[in-house]
């Protein structure tokens, strides 16, 4: 099975907050050279251009830890980055294109698999129309409900920043937004708990039938056996 590993948080997840605030500096610092043409250290980078609103922003959001795919990385580190930085319209942005993009994606490659088979949906190519691949991949279970009641609710917010709506209230909307994409990619790419379980063993799939494993995990790479240990 390919498990693809976010290991920037490791350290934060241990030791008194002095030490994770003081691990976080280091990690933050690094948001700033994301694009330097030579490599940086988090040494070369003075402490003064991380304040402590950024270090707090680190801390209120999650990443996805774990992935079966590489697809959707450099979004999930965009967000990251936007988010920590104070660039609350470029994370908010970042986070429904992400949401947009994995729920097109789950129900085209999943309605082959799935039954009941939607009619007004197959064969249909992507949609800037979120209801009706969140009401498919509810119906299919793929989805939580209360998943799907905060992304029918956060579409609205959505529209609201793409088209003429208030704009004022972006720092909240987008931590919503953010937390909403990232919770997305956790249900279908990030090992769901509903799918798969960490033993001594390893990652071990549930259920390798299931078409969110099959799809979007490279069960066979690992010789997944009849009960779906690697």
Not at 28 to 44: G, H, I, Q, R, Y
Not at 55 to 75: A, H, K, L, V
Request: glycine share 4%; hydrophobic share 40%.
């Amino acid at each position: 099975m390919n498990i693809y590993l976010n290991t920037t948080r490791n350290a934060l997840r241990i030791g008194d907050e002095a030490r994770r605030r003081a691990e976080t500096l280091r990690t933050v610092k690094l948001f700033l050279a994301a694009n330097a043409s030579t490599p940086v250290s988090d040494e070369m980078i003075p402490d003064y251009l991380v304040n402590t609103s950024m270090i707090d922003r680190f801390f209120e959001i999650e990443p996805p830890q774990f992935r079966g795919t590489t697809e959707f990385d450099s979004i999930i580190e965009e967000i990251e980055r936007s988010y920590v930085m104070g660039l609350f319209f470029s994370a908010l942005s970042a986070s429904v294109v992400s949401i947009e993009r994995m729920l097109n994606t789950a129900r085209i490659r999943l309605h082959e698999h799935s039954l009941p088979k939607l009619k007004n949906l197959w064969g249909k190519g992507a949609t800037n129309e979120w209801q009706p691949n969140i009401e498919a991949l509810a119906a299919w279970k793929y989805v939580s409900v209360d998943l799907a009641n905060e992304l029918s609710a956060l579409y609205t917010i959505r529209c609201q920043y793409l088209h003429t709506g208030d704009i004022s209230t972006v720092r909240e909307d987008s931590l919503r937004a953010v937390k909403a994409a990232y919770w997305l990619l956790n249900e279908l790419i990030g090992f769901p708990p509903r799918l798969f379980r960490l033993s001594n063993f390893g990652w071990e799939c549930i259920d390798p039938d299931d078409a969110v494993a099959k799809t979007f995990y490279v069960l066979q790479d690992a010789g997944v056996n009849d009960e779906g240990r690697r």
